[in-house]
Structure formats: C-alpha cells, structure tokens
C-alpha cells in the first residue's frame, strides 16, 4: 500500500461515490507528483463511463467531466477493474468508511482492519 485512504461523502449512489475516489485519488496522485499513477475499480459502470463516453444529460456527468480533465494531464494514468472479491482490503475500507465522519482519513501503513485481509489478497 504506497498511499491510500477511506472517504466518507454522505449520500449517493455507489457509481457517485466512486467517480468522487477516482478524483480525490487522481488529485492525490497529482499532489504527490506521481506521474505514472494506476486506479483500480470494481465499479464496471464508472469505468465504461470514462473509457466510452457519456451522454451530456447523464445525472454524473459532471464529475465524468471533471475525471477526464485530469487524464488529459501529463502523465500515464492507468484505470483497470477488478471483481470486488479479488480485493477484500478495498473492500473492507469501503465499508468501514460509512462509519468515520464525512471527509477522509488517509493511511501510510495499512490499518489494523486489513491485515487479515491483505495476507488472503496476497494469497
């Protein structure tokens, strides 16, 4: 885990909220001068959303708008999907994140909750 972290926004659909971390991780990635950055997904919708276009009413495109803004950038940005059950570390993060308050804590080291986790990941 070189750098991660858990967000709570409140309200939404789960393609919002994952629109919303793709952001918040491209923004990080930026910040952190990362140039060569992969994103990785279990929302299938999010990433036909970015890889095919959408339409201009669709209720995200906003923030689908904003996502490719930051691809465009300099630098090589990777987004692949996955199937939840291959990651139970993200998993798990996703879930313990309705219980913080809104905002984000980020990690440097893993959280005691994925240990386990991270060892049947490995696996």
């Known amino acids: 885990m070189k750098d991660d972290f858990m967000r709570n926004i409140g309200r939404g659909s789960s393609l919002h909220a994952e629109l919303w971390e793709i952001i918040w991780a491209l923004k990080r990635a930026w910040d952190m001068q990362w140039r060569r950055v992969i994103i990785e997904t279990d929302c299938w919708e999010a990433v ?54 809104i905002g984000a804590v980020f990690f440097s080291s893993p959280p005691s909750l994925l240990t386990p986790l991270l060892a049947s990941d490995i696996a």
Not at 48 to 69: F, K, M, N, P, Q
Not at 72 to 100: C, F, M, P
């Open 48 to 101: 036909e959303l970015l890889s095919t276009g959408w339409a201009e009413d669709h209720s995200e495109g906003h923030l689908v708008t904003e996502i490719r803004s930051w691809l465009d950038k300099e630098w090589q940005v990777s987004l692949d999907r996955y199937h939840r059950d291959a990651n139970g570390a993200t998993d798990a993060l996703a879930k313990e994140a309705l219980n913080i308050e």
